[in-house]
T-cell receptor
Framework: NAGVTQTPKFQVLKTGQSMTLQCAQD?????MYWYRQDPGMGLRLIYY???????DKGEVPNGYNVSRLNKREFSLRLESAAPSQTSVYFC?????????????FGPGTRLLVL | GNSVTQMEGPVTLSEEAFLTINCTYT??????LFWYVQYPGEGLQLLLK?????DKGSNKGFEATYRKETTSFHLEKGSVQVSDSAVYFC????????????FGKGTHLIIQP
């Protein structure tokens, strides 16, 4: 089991460029999430997908789009990158059993927008 | 809405000292509460959790008790080690729906030998 994997690990973009961050999980989890982590801000939810075929906005969705390609994969797209999107991006997946849920995180993608 | 407040860091302790990292929350209903740990250059790992009032989560010598009356979930460890140096995040998940976790800002813990 690889758990949650993310690619790339690090990326440098110029303002206005686009890119897609990839995330995959092999734990057969229904729910997947994208967070961004900024210094002194903790993690903030960008988008989530409760199940294959559904996506919803989180706390900070502006400037991003997502695709739940299948149960395993959940991608995050920046159509026109801005310096304010410089951050560390974490993907997570979870399974809910009764009222108990645990989220498993990937190793993160460090994005620098110049 | 939901929110989590945890003590600001960095927190610097000597090895074998007692650790407390405070965490309080605001949420409707009965959220689940979590502590995650992030080691340098890595993603977040679940450290412990509690899903109802008076539950105690524990792992690797760390403990936290879900206190509904004080809306708190303080993290404690009796004797810290250098290897415990990391950033610790308190988080909650509200009831119903897969709408993600609400995180505190994180507490950077530094343990000196």
């Amino acid at each position: 089991n690889a758990g949650v994997t993310q690619t790339p690990k690090f990326q440098v973009l110029k303002t206005g460029q686009s890119m897609t961050l990839q995330c995959a999980q092999d734990m057969n989890h229904n729910s997947m999430y994208w967070y961004r982590q900024d210094p002194g801000m903790g993690l903030r939810l960008i988008y989530y997908s409760a199940s294959e075929g559904t996506t919803d906005k989180g706390e900070v969705p502006n400037g991003y789009n997502v695709s739940r390609l299948n149960k395993r994969e959940f991608s995050l797209r920046l159509e026109s990158a801005a310096p304010s999107q410089t951050s560390v991006y974490f993907c997570a997946s979870s399974v809910i059993v009764g009222y108990q849920e645990t989220q498993y995180f990937g190793p993160g993608t460090r994005l620098l927008v110049l | 809405g939901n929110s989590v407040t945890q003590m600001e860091g960095p927190v610097t302790l000597s090895e074998e000292a007692f650790l407390t990292i405070n965490c309080t929350y605001t949420a409707t209903g009965y959220p689940s509460l979590f502590w995650y740990v992030q080691y340098p250059g890595e993603g977040l790992q679940l450290l412990l959790k509690a899903t109802k009032a008076d539950d105690k989560g524990s792992n690797k010598g760390f403990e936290a008790t879900y206190r509904k009356e004080t809306t708190s979930f303080h993290l404690e460890k009796g004797s810290v080690q250098v290897s415990d140096s990391a950033v610790y995040f308190c988080a909650l998940r509200g009831r119903g729906g897969a709408d993600g976790l609400t995180f505190g800002k994180g507490t950077h813990l530094i343990i000196q030998p």
